[in-house]
């Protein structure tokens, strides 16, 4: 069911930088996270708010941290598994953040591919059904496949179809292929270019890039931006 898109290019193409966890050798111990962030060395204003995004949380939340992330990454799924349960627990269900997922691909041609399929997704059936299939994406990555053309039409509507239904997912191949999820990748890669993202995983709070390196210099960042 290939279509045959090609992914957009970069002028200079990024790197994806390693967040790198480190577990405590005890049993119960915490997760001590070290965060390498992929951010660039302005901090940068944006000049458009964030707008028909993918979040958690309250939307109306006065601190937006937001994740630029690409599926191919490594380093994202790492996040996902070990630094966002985290942020979920301590700061999105807690209501003080709003968490939004903008889409930065680069890594490959499928990069792209399920950014705009991610997008249609969000389009077509909504937030929560978006979350599921994000989600789903980093659980079923695989290991040493960057390089790799793995996320093809077939496989996007496949895995769309293990939390939706078969006309649910025909209904976003269709939109897919025609188009309907380019702008919205044009935008997300707008709003990288303005605050300078250079990498993925990368953390912003109200448009800050984070620098910190655990929760809780995460936590401290969003206290700080709550007194603004």
Same mark, same amino acid.
């Given at each position: !069911?290939?279509?045959?898109?090609?992914?957009?290019?970069?002028?200079?193409?990024?790197?994806?930088?390693?967040?790198?966890?480190?577990?405590?050798? #005890? #049993?119960?111990?915490?997760?001590?996270?070290?965060?390498?962030?992929?951010?660039?060395?302005?901090?940068?204003?944006?000049?458009?708010?964030? !707008?028909?995004?993918?979040?958690?949380?309250?939307?109306?939340?006065? #601190?937006?941290?937001?994740?630029?992330?690409?599926?191919?990454?490594?380093?994202?799924?790492?996040?996902?598994?070990?630094?966002?349960?985290?942020?979920?627990?301590?700061?999105?269900?807690?209501?003080?953040?709003?968490?939004?997922?903008?889409?930065?691909?680069?890594?490959?041609?499928?990069?792209?591919?399920?950014?705009?399929?991610?997008?249609?997704?969000?389009?077509?059936?909504?937030? +929560?059904?978006?979350?599921?299939?994000?989600?789903? !994406?980093?659980?079923?990555?695989?290991?040493?496949?960057?390089?790799?053309?793995?996320?093809?039409?077939?496989?996007? #509507?496949?895995?769309?179809?293990?939390?939706?239904?078969?006309?649910?997912?025909?209904?976003?191949?269709?939109?897919?292929?025609?188009?309907?999820?380019?702008?919205?990748?044009?935008?997300?890669?707008?709003?990288?270019?303005?605050?300078?993202?250079?990498?993925?995983?990368?953390?912003?709070?109200?448009?800050?890039?984070?620098?910190?390196?655990?929760?809780? +210099?995460?936590?401290? !960042?969003?206290?700080?931006?709550?007194?603004?």
């Amino acid at each position: !069911m290939e279509n045959g898109k090609k992914g957009k290019k970069q002028a200079q193409k990024p790197k994806s930088k390693a967040w790198i966890y480190g577990l405590a050798a #005890v #049993v119960a111990a915490v997760i001590v996270v070290v965060i390498i962030l992929a951010t660039g060395s302005n901090s940068g204003e944006s000049s458009e708010e964030a !707008m028909n995004q993918p979040f958690l949380g309250d939307e109306e939340a006065q #601190v937006e941290v937001i994740e630029f992330g690409d599926y191919k990454c490594p380093y994202c799924k790492a996040f996902e598994q070990s630094f966002f349960p985290q942020i979920n627990q301590e700061l999105i269900q807690t209501g003080d953040v709003k968490f939004t997922f903008i889409n930065y691909p680069f890594i490959n041609v499928d990069s792209n591919r399920s950014a705009e399929f991610a997008e249609v997704v969000y389009q077509e059936l909504g937030n +929560d059904i978006f979350w599921e299939f994000h989600h789903l !994406m980093y659980e079923k990555q695989t290991e040493g496949t960057e390089q790799e053309d793995i996320y093809t039409e077939a496989y996007l #509507v496949e895995t769309l179809k293990e939390i939706t239904d078969e006309e649910q997912a025909e209904q976003v191949l269709t939109a897919f292929q025609d188009g309907a999820g380019e702008d919205a990748v044009e935008y997300d890669l707008k709003r990288a270019k303005d605050l300078n993202v250079s990498g993925t995983p990368a953390l912003f709070v109200n448009n800050e890039p984070f620098e910190g390196q655990t929760i809780e +210099d995460l936590k401290e !960042m969003v206290e700080e931006a709550k007194g603004e």
